[in-house]
T-cell receptor, first 110, second 114 residues
């Protein structure tokens, strides 16, 4: 699985969009980009995933660059409850094995 | 109803003891996992079972033995507990084993070995 690189931490004002970047320059053609988050003391929570196309669901949007070497998770209107560690994971189509890095600690402030 | 439930939520025990953590999922998934999150907050996969069959074993000491009596349950038994086993253990499940599927995690079991 490709290695991913994320900023250690980010801040966002409540109500604003939070844009979390992820670099995965060695991603291969069959690797999906996954985003999970972990709110303090809870289990990781799935957010969204994609292969090539941009994706949107009720939680977030995922923008993947055309060369697939990077992606951005967008929380359109961040709330205090979105404060969490966000993990970007590249995973191939074999047996699912989530490899969590250090993630980005997002702090949403009033 | 909780989708993936683990018991107990907290477990404090002495070195050398044997303990079990139970996990149940009511999502009808056929794949279950155990992850370990250490004090530095790194999450690492330990085991994965698909239809009660072990498919991933990530170089975990053989003191750790997962058991899957049926597709909905994956229990983790730990023998001769050591201080370094202190961590939060998460159970998870997914439908299928491929990459195009999401995993659902339980709330974790905080194990403290004293």
């Amino acid at each position: 699985d490709a290695k991913t690189t994320q900023p250690t931490s980010m801040d966002c004002a409540e109500g604003r969009a939070a844009n979390l970047p992820c670099n995965h320059s060695t991603i291969s053609g069959n690797e999906y980009v996954y985003w999970y988050r972990q709110i303090h003391s809870q289990g990781p929570q799935y957010i969204i995933h994609g292969l090539k196309n941009n994706e949107t669901n009720e939680m977030a949007s995922l923008i993947i660059t055309e060369d697939r070497k990077s992606s951005t998770l967008i929380l359109p209107h961040a709330t205090l409850r979105d404060t969490a560690v966000y993990y970007c994971i590249a995973m191939n189509t074999g047996f699912q094995k989530l490899v969590f890095g250090t993630g980005t600690r997002l702090l949403v402030s009033p | 109803d909780t989708a993936v439930s683990q018991t107990p939520k907290y477990l404090v025990t002495q070195m050398g003891n044997d303990k079990s953590i139970k996990c149940e999922q009511n999502l009808g998934h056929d794949t279950m996992y155990w992850y370990k999150q250490d004090s530095k907050k790194f999450l690492k996969i330990m085991f994965s079972y698909n239809n009660k069959e072990l498919i991933i074993n990530e170089t975990v000491p053989n003191r750790f033995s997962p058991k899957s009596p049926d597709k909905a349950h994956l229990n983790l038994h730990i023998n001769s507990l050591e201080l370094g086993d202190s961590a939060v253990y998460f159970c998870a499940s997914s439908q299928g084993t491929g990459a195009n599927t999401e995993a659902f995690f339980g709330q974790g079991t905080r194990l403290t070995v004293v």
